[in-house]
């Protein structure tokens, strides 16, 4: 069965230093692979996704992401964290089932940040 | 552009009672779902729709109804609630194909069940 694990639950980083949250799917083809972000109390937020193409993907707010086929993982990188990153960050990967194209989720990795 | 509004943003049920979680987008969005959010298991799919008049089941759809007779509008419907209904529940739409593929959520209704 298709999956994604996010393997990190919790994550604390001190501001200025760099981070990265790991995502790994299982899934038979290449699937559209995407991270969003939720702040606390509010939805959720795309920050990159990737469908094709260059296997690193820029996103907004600085943060980054690779897609490593042989490692089946879409980790997400950014090289130097603000007070602001603090959020859950959920991996998600964009499955083709019976024509709809439909999202499963991570259990979410939340980022905490030290002044 | 309002993206994908859902409405109420909080609300308390009674064991057994009925409600319609509402949802509209502005985005001409084809596809359009509900998923719930419940601690450590991230956010599973309750149902789906393809277009207007097109629904389908997700992964957790049992209790929950939907419909959707227009392409800006997606409600949800809890037949009869449970306390294992008790969650944030979230919209979402998103372009049908091509490089704007990508759900755009709404901001969750919280839903408490007692």
């Known amino acids: 069965a298709q999956s994604v694990t996010q393997p990190d639950i919790h994550i604390t980083v001190s501001e200025g230093a760099s981070l990265e949250l790991r995502c790994n799917y299982s899934?038979?083809?290449?699937?559209?692979l995407f991270w969003y972000v939720q702040s606390p109390g509010q939805g959720l937020q795309l920050l990159l996704k990737?469908?094709?193409?260059?296997?690193l993907v820029q996103g907004i707010k600085g943060f980054e992401a690779e897609f490593k086929r042989s490692q089946s993982s879409f980790n997400l990188r950014k090289p130097s964290v603000h007070w602001s990153d603090a959020a859950e960050y959920f991996c998600a990967v964009g499955l083709l089932s019976g024509g709809y194209n439909k999202l499963i989720f991570g259990a979410g990795t939340r980022l905490a940040v030290h002044p | 552009n309002a993206g994908v509004t859902q409405t109420p943003k909080f609300q308390v049920l009674k064991t057994g009672q009925s409600m319609t979680l509402q949802c509209a987008q502005d985005m001409n969005h084809e596809y359009m779902s509900w998923y719930r959010q419940d601690p450590g298991m991230g956010l599973r799919l309750i149902h789906y729709?393809?277009?207007?008049?097109?629904?389908d089941q997700g992964e957790v759809p049992n209790g929950y109804n939907v419909s959707r007779s227009t392409t800006e509008d997606f409600p949800l419907r809890l037949l009869s609630a449970a306390p294992s209904q008790t969650s944030v529940y979230f919209c979402?739409?998103?372009?049908?194909?091509?490089?704007?593929?990508?759900?755009?959520f709404g901001s969750g209704t919280r839903l408490t069940v007692v």
């Open positions: 729709s393809v277009g207007a008049g097109i629904t």
């Open positions: 990737y469908f094709s193409g260059d296997t």
């Open positions: 979402a739409s998103s372009p049908r194909q091509g490089k704007n593929y990508g759900y755009t």
């Open positions: 899934y038979g083809a290449t699937p559209y």
